[in-house]
């Protein structure tokens, strides 16, 4: 290969970017992904499954993406799920069946890691099993229990951790192949469902082999090395732009532990589930919703457990895009944010879901958390041990009655959301450079001026 295909072509050397949550999750991401897309070319997811949600809105038409970058419903663009996604072949095959039924355009337009693990019915059966077991020892629902989305996802990656029982997407093209690996699996995967407690039926080597093969043709103009693709594309003058799945707050290694999800989340997950090393990215949009909310388990100093917090759920609509669980809810935490940017290396935030927050006397931010012995911190703390009996220190802004959903720009805001806007950038340290107040692609406006006016 001549050192020539190695130059970009532009003049101007193209700015990858990355689209990472702030928060626990459902921030948001798919909507600004959406909107972004115009922007670049190729749109690479790096982590997570089927476990992720993003719903776009188009007019009224509502798109839920669960495995396929929210870059698909840009046209033209290059949509890739990479090698560090775990990927549940049927599943995805339905995503691709639905958007084609809407007349969504699926083809050579999405790219898929030939190195991307499979999720099998056996990881989905051992997720709900383990659930369930932690639920019967805990003797208390919910206690206990991450609260997953069951959809397979950590038993997909400790199979990839453990090597000699993980299949990946390139395993699918070959049938004999497949069934050599799957004959060592069944028998130790069902001799563990059955350590779990699980009414095991029978794993048939041949027959997962024949399903996963035929799912497997079907992906089969699909699947490729992304990573050779992704650096052809940049090589070429192309632009990236990463969308992250669940959020740092959730991140294996940085996240609220034991209730994570099972995938390095934040920014730091691009470059080893894409190939794609992180000094290449050159932004990075955090993306935080006006409030907090999280799904499943785990700490949530700022949770309302009161009218107010069903107040936002139902103004919010606050019900998961994946499982329908109502989502808990709680004032914004800005210490958990501005931990989140640090480790992400957020450059930006785009606030959304602020029209939410209309219609509230006031409102609650919280800068610091105080611990049960009565000390205070500002640091966040990624342990849920150690986060047990954290309280939090409030400031608290006054809210507005004029509901956000037509603005279309922070001089329309009502003064009492921008000072709302201010008072973030100024605790975080960067720029809210968007803003959405609607589900709607229209309902947003960048607002990048704000922040340099205020320093
Ligand atoms: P993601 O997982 O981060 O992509 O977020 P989800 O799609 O799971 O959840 C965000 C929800 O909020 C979706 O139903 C979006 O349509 C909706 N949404 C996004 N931005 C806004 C906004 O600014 N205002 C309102 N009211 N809804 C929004
Ligand atoms: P998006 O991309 C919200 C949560 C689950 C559970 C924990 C572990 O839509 O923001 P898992 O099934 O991953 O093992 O569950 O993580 N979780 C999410 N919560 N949004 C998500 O994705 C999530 N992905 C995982 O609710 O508490
Ligand atoms: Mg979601």
Redesign the pocket.
């Known amino acids: 290969m001549s050192p020539s295909t190695h130059h970009r072509s532009s003049s101007s050397p193209a700015v990858h970017a990355a689209v990472v949550?702030l928060q626990?999750?459902?921030e948001g991401?798919g909507k600004i992904v959406d909107l972004l897309t115009s922007r670049y070319d190729c749109i690479v997811r790096y982590n997570?499954g089927a476990?992720?949600?993003?719903t776009v809105q188009v007019g009224t038409e509502r798109y839920a993406l669960h495995l396929i970058p929210s870059g698909i419903l840009g046209s033209g663009k290059i949509n890739i799920v990479g090698n560090g996604v775990v990927v549940d072949p049927e599943k995805l095959l339905d995503e691709v069946d639905g958007l084609r039924k809407r007349g969504v355009h699926v083809g050579d337009n999405l790219r898929i890691s030939d190195r991307a693990h499979v999720v099998m019915p056996y990881h989905k059966e051992q997720d709900a099993a383990l659930e369930e077991l932690l639920e019967k020892k805990s003797g208390k629902s919910g206690a206990g229990q991450?609260?997953?989305?069951?959809?397979g996802?950590?038993p997909a990656y400790s199979d990839k951790v453990r090597r000699s029982t993980a299949l990946r997407m390139g395993d699918l093209l070959d049938h004999a192949l497949l069934l050599r690996k799957l004959e060592t699996i069944c028998g130790l995967r069902m001799a563990e469902l059955e350590a779990l407690g699980a009414s095991v039926t029978p794993l048939i080597p041949e027959q997962l082999a024949a399903r996963f093969a035929a799912a497997g043709e079907r992906l089969r103009p699909h699947i490729t090395d992304t990573v050779y693709l992704v650096h052809d594309e940049i090589n070429a003058g192309r632009s990236v732009l990463f969308e992250g799945?669940?959020?740092c707050l959730?991140d294996i290694d940085h996240g609220t532990f034991p209730?994570?999800?099972?995938s390095n989340c934040s920014t730091l997950g691009i470059p080893a589930g894409s190939g794609v090393p992180g000094r290449m990215i050159g932004k990075v949009y955090g993306i935080m919703k006006a409030y907090s909310t999280?799904?499943?388990?785990?700490p949530f100093v700022t949770e309302l457990l009161d009218e107010t917090g069903n107040r936002i759920r139902a103004r919010g609509r606050e019900y998961g895009?994946?499982t329908g669980r109502p989502r808990r809810c709680g004032w914004l935490d800005l210490v958990a944010v501005k931990y989140s940017v640090m480790v992400c290396g957020a450059d930006a935030i785009a606030c959304t879901l602020l029209d939410v927050l209309s219609g509230f006397d006031e409102l609650k931010i919280c800068v610091g958390y105080r611990r049960p012995d009565g000390s205070v911190t500002d640091r966040f703390v990624p342990d849920a041990e150690r986060m047990n009996g954290f309280t939090p220190i409030y400031e608290t802004l006054p809210g507005w009655e004029r509901e956000l959903t037509a603005c279309t720009d922070r001089d329309d805001l009502p003064r009492e959301a921008q000072a709302y806007l201010g008072f973030v950038e100024n605790f975080v340290g960067i720029p809210v450079e968007l803003v959405s107040v609607g589900p709607e692609r229209s309902q947003t406006f960048e607002s990048s001026q704000r922040f340099a006016a205020a320093h």
């Open positions: 949550g626990w999750g459902d991401k997570g476990n992720a949600g993003h991450i609260g997953t989305t069951r959809r996802i950590g799945a669940n959020a959730l209730y994570v999800t099972s999280r799904v499943g388990g785990g895009t994946t």
